[in-house]
Each structure stands twice: as structure tokens, then as C-alpha cells.
């Protein structure tokens, strides 16, 4: 994008794009781990996981402060209007996947300290769905970096394939459940976890809405694959 | 990204308005002004017409000594030396040497671009041909000018265009090392694009001297300012933040006029 | 309104038509007035060029007058014209331009100076033979300073201060507020002001008011009658430059002169026709310096008026 007038506006708007990155990363990391943790049944990395939430709390507010100062004092127009509007809804979805990366490592916790291991199938599902999203999760990001709507299009796409996979999960684990109600408490806290990882797949496809409205100008969402596939053709 | 801004208070001052009245005659334009003005910053005024920012502005260099019936109350203190500007036994020209004024339509006087430059300089007694170039060549390179001009330095001011006439008059105001630089509405007789250079310009300039800019367009202060006061009949009502005015006001009357919600 | 009916435009043209023939009535009436003064003007000269055409010569410049009307010349007339405008110049110009500048720029607003710009702008329309009897009075007998080129230049000095003073506020006026307080601003004292922005931007005006006035001052004749100038001067008065140090001298200001108007009045009121002929022609020649000043005050005002844009 060529420059601004005013150098102070262009560094101002630099700054945004290099924190919502780096809380993409935060949180990055922080879902990776809490997946780490609950696959390796870590139970000093859930700790630690929920701790550092606080960070990812801290950035979605000094985001908030800086895009309030932005239209304040820049009166942005267009792209970059478009751009600040979007960076403040894309820091809310990045803080909820923050929140959901904190409740697996909860739920990881609660888990190890019950005690039964058990339902080893479904963990290495559950595990899998996570890396999906986790992956989702970084294609996002570096759609957001380069604006670019073909990839955040794809990222949508990968949201429903999330979602079968998590009705499909849920399927067994009831199956599992019905066979040996003992096991019932832990299956519920994986498929409280399925059910998180499930929403990061749903905030992810929230974020790939706000890349498509910065670089296209249309708002895409409630409109279903179909519809958004539409509108993107549309110059 | 925002620096945890200090108190106010903690901010290196560069002059102070204590108590300030300003009488025209009989009437009573600036009732009892009291504020800061914070080194190497730019605090810019606002104010519907008639409020008196003009007034106070033109108070800091003594404009109106000039004209007859004009009566200062109270101070302006400028620091580091302490000194009242607004006291009677204090020479207007020392004061007029120490602050410069770019003012709202470009001034250029009827003569060549370099004697512009160096006016300030000729009336301290400076001759010296390559003082007088080297201190022209320095202010035409801080006003952004230097290069559409140096080969054409004794061509009639009025030569150029309005956006470099206005930044002829501030490499003018420069070209004297002020403390303080005053803009009365500067860009007001200027398109939107020269606008934004001067404001670029304006941004530059704030490193190296304090700045006070009066102007009637809310959106340039909250551009190019980092403090604001907004004036209303002669009162200052708030001062503050620039970010603060713009979000979060204090005072609803300031929210009112920011917000158009005004009459 | 619905769009007007053919009927209405057709009205409308009409009318259009009757005020427009107004327009050209008065048009023409505008240019009869002008030329009927031109065509005075011009034919006066016309005539006064063919009565004198043939005594236009080199010697009509370099003779003194003489009983002789073939012999008669207009030497001592210019030369004493020209000295006296030399000292109308020197003191008229200096005082008339500090007045101005000290009314404009110093003279606080009270009421006792707007008394005197009132009175600056009357003295403008006294009849000139009032200054021939202030000037007899004063400098003549209360001074003492005879009936000379010098007490005729004081005398047209006073008489065309008034304008330069009014010619110079004028130009003075003309500068907007914007460069003083931009000089101000900078840091000027009012003298350093006035120095470097009032005197050069006033220039054009000033030149000009002292071109007119000079322009009226040499065809003046009765002041300078009543101060006494002679009507008949074989001789020059001795020349300001001379060849042994200090290579000026001041006699000349002592001198009895006489000056162009006096020497046509002088001709006009003798019935010899070749006399006639002398007056037409020395006529012409000061209507054409006249017009000579006043073309050069013309160009210079335009000269210097270029780089001044407001």
C-alpha cells in the first residue's frame, strides 16, 4: 500500500497491524500448547497456559485503545477505516480463542487429576481436530498480513470440515459413554474440549469475515459457504 | 504502543499562563486563563468563534501592543528564565525575538525569497553575507522548502505557489531560533493536500521547538496536536491529552462542541 | 412556475431591448461630453503648435530674451524654472514624505491629528496667489531672503506639500495591516519597519505625488509674481557647479531669476504678433513638459508598482 501524507498516520496504523500479529502469535502458542498438554497429559503446561491468558487480555485492550485513538484523532476513510474496524472485532475473536486455549488447559487439568486416562481413541481424534484448527488458526494470520481473501475464502471452507469432525466425535464418545458409564466424567471433559477447539474453528472463520470486509469492502457473514463464495467473485 | 502518559504535571514546562484576563477596551475577551504549555510539544486551541483563542494566542508575543486600548491581566511566564511576557517593563521586541508568529494568510513580504528568509535575521544587525546563507539555507531546509527553491533564492517571493508562500513565511519564522513557534490557523487559506504537508511539516518542527497552533478545524487538532484546550467565551474549559479530549472528555460542553451537538 | 409561455419570453425581449437602447443613449452621451474636452484640449494646442511652430528652433532654446522678437529666446526661462524646481524639490519632497510617514505611522489616533489631516487636505485647494502674499510677507521682508530663486522654490514648496503629504499617506495606506505585523512579528523596531517595508512599498505612490506636483508647480505664475520675479532677464544666474573648489557654490539662490509662465505672460501682454508667436511657442514647450512629467510619473508608477502584489 503506498504511504500517507503523514508518516505519523502510516507508523500509527503499522503499530496496529504488528500487535493484532503478535497477539495472533500469542495465541498461536497458546493453543498449540494447551493441545500439547492435553495430548501428553501435561499438567505444568496447563498451568502455565493459563497464566499467560492475562497477556493475551492485555493486548486485546491496548488494541482497543489505540484503534479508538486512530478514528479519534485520523478520521480514516475506505481501506483504512475498513481496517480498524475490523482489527477491533478480530482482537475479540482472537482474545475468545485465547480463553478457549485456557478452558482446554482446565479441563486438561481436571483430567490428569481425576485420574482415568482413558478413551485414548478419541483423545488422538480430539487431538487432530485441534491441529486442524490450530493450522486454521495460522493460515488466518498470515491471510490477515497480506490481505489476502482467497486464503481467508479457503480458511471458511476449513471450518465445516471442523465441524463434521466434531459432530463425528461427539458420536463416539457418546457410544463410548453408553458402554461404561464410568468413564462418563472424562469423556464429558474431552468432549467439552472437542466443543472448544470447535469454537476456535468458529472464530477463525469470524476472523477470515473481517480479512474478506478490509480487502474487499463485503461484509460476508450469515451468508453460508454459497453466498460467500458469491460475493467474492463479485469485483 | 501508548506510552503510559505521565500527569501533566511531571512534563517539562516551556511557559505557563497564570490567571490571565484580556481586556479590548470596556470588553472582557479572556477571563482568568490558566494553563501550560509543555515543552517540544504541539497544544493546539479550539474554540467556536469569538472565543478568544485568537486573542490569547496573539497575547504570547504581544501583538497587541500595537494597536491602542489593550489591557493585560495576569501572566505568561516563559521558562527556563522565568520571565513575565505580559510585564509592561519587558520589551515587546525581546519578546517578539524570543517567540515568532506564522499567521493565518501567508505574509510574504514584496521582496526576494532569501531576503524573506533572513529578515529576522537583518534587523538584529546581522551582515555577514555567509551568516546571513547559512542561516537561510538552514530554515529553508526545516520549512521543507530548500529544494524547490535554492536556485532561485532572489526571485520575488511572490512567485510561488500559496502552500510554499505559507511554508516561506514559517522557514521565516524559523530562521530566527525561536523558543516558541505561535500558528494562527495556519492552513485555512490552503487546499487539503498543502494542508497535509504543513501538518507533516508542523510534526517535524515539534522536535526541536514548542509549538502553539490556533485553529478553527477540530479534526487538524486531533492530528496534529498532543495537547488541546478548548475555549469557550473567553474561558478555557478543558485542557488536556489530545486523546482524552477526543475520546473522553471531562467537561460535556467540550463533548458538545466536539460532537457537533453545538447551539 | 411551469415554463414561461412564448408569449412571456417575447415581452421579456422586448424590455430587454428598451434598456439596452437605454445603455447605448447614455454610452454616447459618455463619449460626446469626452470628446468635446478633448477636442478643446487638442485644438488649443493644435493651434497654439501652428502659431509657434516656426520659432521652434535650437537658438529659441539658448537666447535671452530680446526688444527683438526675432531674437527673443526662452534661456533664462528654463534655467531659472528648472533651478527653482531644484529647490521646490529639495525641500518639498523631504518634509512633505517624513510628514506623511509621521501621520500614518507614529501620530497616535486623537482627535487633534484628524484636525490636521483636515486641514492638510484644504490647504490642497487654496488659491496659489494666497502663498505669493504669505510667501512676500514672510520670506521676503520678515526673513529677508529676497526676491530669489530661493524664496520662489520655498514658495512652491509650500504649495505642493499638501499634495506630497496627502500622495504619500495614500501610498502609505495602500500597505495591508498583514506586512506590518509580519515585520513585527519578526522582531522590528517601527523605524526598522518603516525603514525596510513602509518607504520602499509607499515608493510608487510617492513618486508619483511628487511628479504631479512638480508638474503643477512649474506652470505656476501668480505666487511667483508676487514675490517679485523680473520679466525680463538677460543673464543667468551664476551656474552651482564651478571649475575651482569647492566646486559648489550657493549664489545662485540669491539671484533675481525669471521662470517659463512669467516669460509667456511677459510676450502675451506685448501687441506685436511676432511677440504672439514667441508666447505660442514657448507655450507649447512647457504643455509638453508638463505632459513629459507626467507620462514619466505614469511609467515609473507602473515600474515600480509590478512587484508589488497584495
Known amino acids: ?235 | 504502543m501508548d506510552p503510559s502518559r505521565g500527569a501533566i504535571s511531571e512534563l517539562p514546562i516551556k511557559a505557563e499562563v497564570r490567571n490571565f484576563n484580556f481586556h479590548y477596551g470596556e470588553f472582557h475577551a479572556l477571563k482568568d486563563v490558566t494553563m501550560p504549555l509543555c515543552e517540544r510539544k504541539v497544544t493546539a486551541l479550539i474554540g467556536p468563534s469569538g472565543c478568544g483563542k485568537s486573542t490569547l494566542l496573539r497575547s504570547f508575543n504581544r501583538m497587541h501592543d500595537l494597536y491602542a486600548g489593550n489591557r493585560y491581566g495576569g501572566e505568561i511566564i516563559l521558562h527556563p528564565d522565568q520571565t513575565n511576557l505580559l510585564d509592561p517593563r519587558v520589551d515587546p521586541i525581546e519578546v517578539r525575538m524570543r517567540l515568532s508568529m506564522v499567521f493565518q494568510k501567508p505574509n510574504p513580504f514584496p521582496k526576494s525569497i532569501y531576503e524573506n528568509v533572513i529578515y529576522g535575521q537583518r534587523v538584529r544587525g546581522v551582515t555577514k553575507r555567509s551568516v546571513l546563507d547559512d542561516k537561510a539555507e538552514e530554515a529553508l531546509r526545516a520549512a521543507a522548502l530548500w529544494g524547490e527553491v535554492k536556485h532561485r533564492l532572489h526571485d520575488m517571493a511572490f512567485a510561488l505557489s500559496g502552500g510554499q508562500q505559507q511554508r516561506l513565511c514559517i522557514a521565516r519564522a524559523l530562521a530566527t531560533d525561536p523558543e516558541v513557534l505561535l500558528f494562527d490557523e495556519p492552513t485555512s487559506a490552503l487546499d487539503p493536500i498543502v494542508t497535509a504537508s504543513i501538518e507533516e511539516l508542523i510534526h517535524q518542527l515539534k522536535e526541536k521547538v514548542t509549538i502553539l497552533i490556533v485553529t478553527h478545524n477540530m479534526q487538524q487538532a486531533a492530528r496534529v496536536s498532543d495537547f488541546t484546550a478548548y475555549m469557550y467565551l473567553g474561558e478555557l474549559i478543558e485542557f488536556g491529552y489530545t486523546e482524552e479530549i477526543f475520546i473522553k472528555p471531562r467537561d460535556k460542553r467540550t463533548e458538545d462542541y466536539i460532537t457537533g451537538r453545538f447551539g | ?310
Open chain 1, 1 to 235: 500500500m503506498s504511504e500517507h501524507l503523514s508518516k505519523q498516520f502510516d507508523s500509527e496504523l503499522d503499530s496496529i497491524r504488528a500487535h493484532v500479529t503478535r497477539m495472533g502469535g500469542l495465541v498461536e502458542e497458546q493453543l498449540r500448547g494447551a493441545l500439547s498438554a492435553f495430548g501428553e497429559s501435561d499438567h505444568e503446561l496447563s498451568r502455565l497456559i493459563i497464566e499467560r491468558d492475562k497477556g493475551v487480555d492485555e493486548l486485546e485492550v491496548a488494541i482497543d485503545t489505540a484503534c479508538a485513538n486512530i478514528v479519534a484523532r485520523r478520521q480514516p476513510t475506505a481501506i483504512d477505516l475498513r481496517m480498524v474496524m475490523a482489527v477491533s472485532k478480530t482482537v475479540t475473536d482472537l482474545e475468545r480463542i485465547g480463553d478457549e486455549a485456557k478452558k482446554i488447559a482446565k479441563a486438561t487439568r481436571k483430567i490428569i487429576e481425576r485420574g482415568n486416562g482413558g478413551c485414548l481413541a478419541q483423545v488422538l481424534q480430539v487431538r487432530h481436530m485441534g491441529e486442524q484448527t490450530a493450522s486454521m488458526l495460522h493460515e488466518i494470520l498470515d491471510a490477515f498480513v497480506r490481505l489476502d481473501f482467497a486464503a481467508a475464502a479457503h480458511v471458511v471452507r476449513r471450518d465445516k470440515e471442523v465441524d463434521q469432525h466434531f459432530r463425528a466425535t461427539v458420536r463416539q464418545l457418546i457410544t463410548y459413554m453408553m458402554e461404561d458409564p464410568r468413564t462418563i466424567s472424562s469423556a464429558l471433559d474431552v468432549i467439552f474440549i472437542a466443543k472448544s477447539i470447535e469454537r476456535v474453528g468458529d472464530h477463525c472463520k469470524n476472523i477470515a469475515e473481517d480479512v474478506i470486509y478490509i480487502a474487499k469492502g463485503r461484509d460476508v457473514r450469515h451468508l453460508g459457504l454459497k453466498g460467500l463464495v458469491r460475493e467474492m467473485d463479485v469485483p
Open chain 3, 1 to 310: 412556475m411551469s415554463s414561461s409561455a412564448p408569449s412571456d419570453v417575447a415581452l421579456i425581449r422586448a424590455e430587454i431591448r428598451r434598456r439596452k437602447r437605454r445603455d447605448l443613449w447614455f454610452g454616447a452621451l459618455g463619449v460626446l461630453a469626452l470628446a468635446l474636452a478633448l477636442l478643446t484640449v487638442v485644438t488649443l494646442f493644435i493651434n497654439m503648435l501652428i502659431d509657434g511652430w516656426a520659432r521652434l528652433t535650437p537658438e529659441f532654446f539658448t537666447s535671452f530674451p530680446s526688444r527683438r522678437a526675432g531674437q527673443a529666446g526662452i534661456l533664462s526661462a528654463w534655467v531659472g524654472s528648472l533651478l527653482v524646481m531644484l529647490v521646490t524639490a529639495s525641500v518639498a519632497v523631504p518634509l512633505g514624505v517624513a510628514a506623511g510617514i509621521w501621520l500614518e505611522e507614529y501620530a497616535p489616533k486623537h482627535w487633534l491629528t484628524d484636525i490636521i489631516e483636515i486641514n492638510i487636505n484644504n490647504l490642497a485647494g487654496v488659491p496659489s496667489i494666497i502663498y505669493g502674499l504669505l510667501a512676500l510677507g514672510l520670506f521676503v521682508y520678515t526673513f529677508g531672503l529676497g526676491q530669489s530663486i530661493r524664496t520662489a522654490g520655498l514658495t512652491l514648496a509650500l504649495l505642493i506639500l499638501p499634495m506630497i503629504i496627502v500622495a504619500t499617506r495614500e501610498a502609505i495606506r495602500g500597505i495591508p495591516q498583514s506586512i506590518r505585523e509580519g515585520a513585527y512579528a519578526l522582531g522590528a523596531t517601527r523605524w526598522q519597519m518603516v525603514r525596510r517595508h513602509i518607504l520602499p512599498y509607499s515608493m510608487p505612490g510617492i513618486f508619483t505625488g511628487v511628479i504631479i506636483g512638480m508638474a503643477r508647480a512649474i506652470g505656476e505664475t501668480a505666487p511667483i509674481i508676487t514675490i517679485g520675479a523680473l520679466t525680463f532677464i538677460a543673464f543667468l544666474p551664476p551656474a552651482p557647479l564651478v571649475g575651482t573648489p569647492p566646486f559648489v557654490n550657493f549664489e545662485w539662490l540669491s539671484a533675481p531669476f525669471t521662470v517659463m509662465p512669467i516669460q509667456i505672460f511677459n510676450w502675451t501682454s506685448r501687441p506685436e504678433a511676432a511677440f504672439q508667436q514667441n508666447a505660442a511657442a514657448a507655450s507649447v514647450i512647457l504643455v509638453a513638459m508638463t505632459l513629459m512629467m507626467n507620462g514619466l510619473a505614469i511609467w515609473l508608477r507602473y515600474r515600480l508598482r509590478k512587484n508589488l502584489k497584495w
